[in-house]
């Protein structure tokens, strides 16, 4: 029996119905399109609706049961109602919820927790400032103190990035679409090419890579002709998510951090969806010898979804007193309890290893699928971070979304649900909770391969042979 197999609801999918959706499901969502804003947008393209769930597996009203492969957007990283964090949020519920920035043990307990992730010699140089709720909060306070440090106003960003949605955020978000309809944003942001050697911007090979990406940042701040006003900060996600799993050639990040220091650019890091242990490290990019000056973070932090976000910076850019910063559910008392209990679940059952292994294994399985389908081409990932591209033909690299589309949907149908992403929407994107197991993983990968076969209408083959 595997260590995590007590905290999931079931160790495979269950379609009781038939058809998905089920009619309660059909239903309800008629009642929210009645009731609930046009802006709700997961159920348009997985339509269900859910009633309970625990560690991987999601139930909705009809009684399926689906495999969870992307957290409720890499929010659940142990897991769907853990009961182990459940008894910290137990407990915390009954003594304190709302206490604004008033110290408390438990607050300070979860801070320390976060700077012993930073890595010697550099933990002391760093501290910590909770934000309101969301991912995109942290995002705007890193923005706003890196201004405020430098008295500086442009922001620069990369294509592929996301953010969020509040308006700074969404200002250094580059899905031009979510953007059309919004005349004014955050003024002075620029947007240059990340590290993304399946498509690369400069026609490289990976072999012959010379990281002209990162190059292009120096050349923007060293060109007096370039067009550009020096900027307050640069801000990169270490391994882009929405964008599709984008993980950087190495020492593309690096080269970002030494080009922005040279020219006094405050580097600000979103680990807001790969940080809190999702590639079996606390966050994606852990170099000692060279970090950010800020790193924004939420979904993970909050344990089992509870809403907290915040930032940690060097002491070097900290330039706000008192109020210059606030936000009343910032530090809610509840959702760092739930902090405090995904740590020390992390630490007592092992997790980082955990996902370090079924990451491997994880990819290993999708690679081998790779080699039965030519739509597939690209599989990349890091830990349990994973993203499988989908082409027309492997030689041109024309995006396939359409196909991403009906694997989707054909998943859904046999049990499985998952995120999709991509700078052309052609990424299937598995975040499973931190927590899956090898038995559960084989389940969602055989619906996955079926799929394939029932979409592409190929004969089918032998069955992927098991690591």
């Not at 990283?77 to 964090?85: A, D, E, I, K, T």
């Not at 953010?163 to 953007?179: D, E, N, R, W, Y």
Request: glycine letters at 8%.
């Amino acid at each position: 029996m595997n260590k995590f197999d007590a905290f999931h609801l079931a160790q495979q999918p269950d379609i009781v119905t038939g058809a998905v959706p089920g009619p309660r499901s059909e239903a309800l969502i008629a009642r929210q399109q009645a009731l609930e804003s046009s802006i709700v947008s997961y159920p348009k393209g997985l339509p269900i609706a859910l009633k309970r769930a625990k560690g991987a597996i999601v139930e909705d009203v009809d009684g399926n049961r689906f495999i969870d492969f992307f957290s409720m957007a890499g929010v659940l990283n142990v897991g769907h109602v853990n009961p182990y964090v459940l008894e910290y949020v137990k407990k915390q519920q009954e003594e304190l919820v709302h206490a604004l920035d008033f110290p408390t043990e438990n607050k300070l307990d979860l801070i320390e927790k976060i700077l012993r992730e930073i890595p010697e010699p550099a933990r002391a140089q760093f501290k910590v400032a909770f934000c309101a709720s969301t991912g995109s909060d942290a995002v705007e306070a890193a923005i706003k103190l890196a201004k405020h440090k430098t008295g500086r106003e442009g922001v620069i960003a990369f294509h592929g990035s996301y953010h969020g949605m509040t308006s700074g955020a969404l200002s250094v978000t580059s899905h031009t679409q979510l953007k059309s309809g919004f005349k004014s944003l955050l003024p002075n942001v620029t947007f240059i090419p990340y590290s993304y050697c399946y498509r690369c911007p400069f026609n490289h090979q990976k072999e012959s890579c010379k990281l002209d990406c990162a190059e292009y940042l120096r050349y923007l701040l060293e060109n007096p002709h370039s067009g550009m006003v020096k900027p307050a900060a640069i801000i990169v996600e270490p391994i882009q998510g929405e964008g599709g799993t984008v993980i950087p050639k190495e020492g593309f990040l690096e080269k970002i951090i030494h080009i922005a220091r040279k020219h006094e650019v405050v580097v600000i890091f979103d680990e807001i969806q790969s940080g809190f242990f999702r590639t079996g490290e606390f966050m994606a990019y852990n170099n000692s010898d060279l970090l950010p000056d800020i790193i924004t973070m939420s979904k993970g932090l909050g344990g089992i979804g509870f809403p907290v976000s915040a930032i940690v910076y060097n002491k070097s850019v900290e330039s706000w007193g008192a109020g210059d910063h606030i936000g009343t559910f910032r530090g809610n008392q509840v959702s760092i309890a739930g902090g405090n209990g995904a740590f020390d679940f992390i630490k007592e059952y092992e997790v980082e290893a955990h996902v370090k292994e079924m990451g491997a294994y994880l990819l290993t399985r999708l690679q081998q699928l790779m080699e039965q389908f030519s739509c597939i081409g690209d599989v990349r990932g890091k830990g349990l971070f994973v993203g499988v591209e989908y082409v027309k033909d492997r030689y041109t690299r024309k995006p396939d979304a359409e196909l991403v589309k009906k694997l989707r949907q054909e998943c859904l149908r046999r049990g499985l649900i998952f995120e999709t992403g991509g700078h052309y929407n052609n990424v299937v994107r598995f975040l499973p909770p931190l927590i899956v197991n090898r038995e559960i993983i084989d389940h969602a990968l055989r619906i996955f391969e079926d799929a394939h076969h029932a979409v592409i209408g190929q004969p089918v083959a032998d069955t992927i042979t098991q690591i």
